[in-house]
């Protein structure tokens, strides 16, 4: 690269061709990528001072950067949980007025391209920009499951690198986020006026805590902390009283990432009990036993979000307690899929001891220590430590990328070679769906060289991810399944510990979560909060629009996720068959759905998200029906239409029977009626389909909440 060349740096030139590197994605790049990469501390700073000086040079505006798909243009918006990050510049008045308005421009524009580098990395969408202010959203247009810790890592990250611009004045930015349930994706105005609308009280908020953030700090909502879990150090603010809302809001300040490296010990409690697993344990203490034989073993556990993968390593630990042997843990990461080696270096650093106040070269001195047992010879330690960034010589060692990059992996095998000899080695692999390619590369080794050490290995992956570690034989494929109906009662029963249950909540929540751990403790746990309220489970379970009575903010994420993955057709399908119930024939959505595609839209549905012809799982089936109840009554004209009553026309026709749901929700808040009146077909076929409603809906007839508004002569012909 000639900027390379400028620098006086060119033998990077090969090591940014390798990983992908241009001129384009110069902007986005920080010190921790160039570490990644091999380069040396003082360098990193040389080459981020001129990024720096890059962006602020460029003359023209930055666009709104996405990442991903940008949306398409709809016609109407959708229902979400989306998490809102507002960034402000701290001081742009006082610089409008030292600056000259080129000058100033220029100083805008490399912070407007900062913060949009940075949060795309994020997979965060730069909504609008206000001036000194930047508006993103996380969840809109791409759900992920982990959207709200995005926003919070993307806001420190922002913090960091728009101190770090090269520039006449340090800048400093304040950072609100909050989340919740909004209606986004109207375009509103024309032109370069023309922009993605969003409706609803997040955006306020996150600009309300915004104003009250101090300079390099960041201020988080409560419903965005209730999302974290325990990533992150957060200090509690307290109640204030922010303008434009009737209650006191809690809020919080981030202050660091936590020292949790377990997305599993981070989210989820450890207090729910290994239920419906007993095979499934009984071979991990098999394999085992096999392993502390000096037979090497792996065990490939596989499985769908909250299924209960870690709950099951979790639980082999426990059962192994009193053994003395030595435990190595490895996590991935969906933010370092791109860093080489990342889940090895940070077990490295835990097990050097490494703290936040150590000295390079106190940590080298940590490092030595751990390695010197296994190490074969001072170049072992020499490339570890270079991975590590710490003080090195792996320049005196006049190597190829490739040939050190192969001694590096021998290095680190010949470090479990040495722990194996001493004690029986288990070593759990965590989301090897996240795993980068190096990190790839060295598992294979790793699996070839274990069957001759007393090591069990035990990865975890998601159901899509498909390894070719199968089909050896010391590799043993454990998938894991649903739990049965028994099951699911026991497991609802142990965490509601000593809180009354009657049967109706049992079979709720046995029906509504499917046999999914994950969805089984959230419920369950939701509904015993609404201590306060009559009936919990219709709280919690209804498809209300009301923030209060939705689906768990930790579900509805991840919900949202597995709905945007199917995408298209797949994704439309599932919400109309959110409208119409559990189960449904072909005959019922045919109609309703309008749509050529139908066949592929099914298979999609089916194929892609791992469901039936619609979200199976009814939480997911409620976030579906949120997310198109923005739809108005459009959808409810062709769900009238297609319902026996619908069959009937002004001659008193009357209609075919049809495949009832087995399950519904408990309660719709709002009246799909309401809005239905300007079509008198559609008024006498809700008339005369009131009857199979009120089954569907499980809704007593009388409640007038739900009961069709009367009209005068709506059965007239």
């Keep these: 690269m000639d900027w390379l060349e400028q620098l006086g740096m060119s033998e990077y030139a090969r090591c940014f061709a390798e990983n992908k590197i241009d001129v384009s994605v110069l902007s986005y790049l920080t010190d921790q990528d160039l570490k990644d990469i091999g380069v040396p501390l003082g360098y990193r700073r040389k080459m981020l001072a001129a990024i720096g ?28 949980q989306v998490t809102v990050m507002f960034c402000d510049l701290v001081g742009s008045t006082a610089l409008a007025s030292r600056f000259d308005p080129e000058d100033l421009r220029k100083v805008i524009t490399a912070y407007h391209r900062c913060v949009a580098g940075t949060v795309a990395r994020f997979d965060g969408f730069v909504a609008k920009y206000m001036g000194d202010g930047v508006l993103v959203y996380f969840g809109y247009p791409q759900a992920h499951e982990d959207d709200a810790e995005r926003a919070i890592r993307a806001g420190l990250t922002v913090i960091e690198a728009v101190g770090r611009l090269d520039l006449p004045e340090r800048l400093s930015v304040r950072l609100g986020i909050a989340s919740g349930l909004v209606v986004v994706g109207d375009l509103i105005g024309v032109g370069e006026a023309q922009e993605r609308g969003i409706v609803g009280e997040t955006p306020n908020l996150a600009a309300r805590l915004q104003g009250l953030a101090e300079p390099g700090r960041l201020i988080i909502a409560e419903n965005t902390r209730q999302q974290l879990g325990a990533l992150f150090d957060l200090e509690d603010l307290g109640l204030r009283t922010i303008a434009g809302f009737a209650e006191p809001q809690r809020i919080w300040r981030v202050l660091a990432e936590s020292g949790l490296i377990s997305r599993f010990e981070a989210l989820r409690s450890q207090a729910a009990p290994l239920i419906g697993r007993d095979e499934e344990m009984d071979l991990l203490l098999r394999r085992w036993a096999q392993a502390k034989a000096g037979e090497g073993r792996v065990v490939l556990v596989s499985g769908e979000p909250g299924i209960g993968k870690s709950r099951l390593t979790a639980a082999l630990v426990e059962s192994i307690a009193g053994e ?56 072992d330690m020499t490339l570890i430590a270079e991975l590590l960034s710490l003080p090195n010589a792996a320049a005196d060692l006049n190597l190829s990328a490739q040939r050190k990059r192969e001694l590096l992996l021998e290095a680190l095998l010949h470090q479990l070679d040495a722990v194996a000899r001493s004690h029986p080695v288990l070593m759990v692999f965590e989301d090897a769906h996240w795993i980068d390619p190096t990190s790839r590369e060295l598992m294979d080794l790793t699996i070839d060289r274990l069957r001759r050490m007393s090591v069990l290995l035990v990865i975890t992956f998601r159901s899509e991810f498909q390894p070719a570690w199968g089909g050896q034989p010391h590799v043993t494929t454990l998938a894991l399944n649903r739990l049965g109906a028994r099951d699911v009662a026991a497991l609802i029963h142990s965490l509601a510990g000593n809180a009354p249950l009657g049967t109706e909540f049992i079979e709720e929540i046995v029906d509504r979560t499917d046999g999914v751990p994950l969805f089984i403790e959230e419920l369950t746990k939701a509904v015993l909060e609404r201590a306060d309220q009559a009936d919990r489970v219709a709280a919690v379970l209804s498809v209300s629009p009301q923030p209060a009575l939705a689906v768990p903010s930790t579900l509805h994420a991840s919900l949202t996720a597995r709905l945007d993955r199917i995408g298209g057709a797949a994704k439309e399908v599932a919400q109309i068959g959110a ?13 309703v759905a309008q749509r050529n595609e139908l066949d592929a839209g099914l298979t999609g549905t089916t194929d892609r998200c791992g469901l039936t012809v619609l979200p199976r799982q009814s939480a997911t089936r409620l976030v579906s029906f949120q997310a198109c109840a923005c739809a108005g009554c459009g959808l409810w004209h062709p769900v009238a239409r297609a319902t026996p009553g619908a069959a009937c026309s002004r001659r008193g026709r009357s209609g075919a029977a049809f495949r009832r749901p087995r399950r519904a929700p408990t309660r719709i808040a709002c009246s799909p009626f309401d809005g239905c009146g300007r079509d008198r077909t559609c008024r006498g076929a809700m008339a005369q389909s009131w009857p199979v409603c009120c089954h569907t809906l499980r809704t007593p007839r009388s409640d007038p909440a739900f009961r069709p508004r009367p009209r005068p002569n709506q059965h007239d012909a």
């Design 53 to 80: 000086r890059l962006a602020s040079a460029a003359p023209a505006a930055p666009e709104p950067l996405t990442a991903g798909t940008e949306p398409k243009a709809q016609e109407s918006a959708e229902r979400r």
């Design 324 to 379: 003395r042997y030595t435990r190595l843990r490895y996590f991935c990461s969906p933010f370092h899929q791109d860093s080489a080696l990342h889940p090895f270096i940070l077990q490295l650093e835990r097990a050097a001891g490494f703290v936040r106040d150590d000295t390079a070269e106190q940590k080298r001195t940590k490092l030595d220590a751990l390695l010197s047992p296994g190490a074969q010879g001072s170049d």
């Design 579 to 591: 409208v119409l119930g559990r189960e449904f024939s072909y005959e019922l959505i045919d109609p």
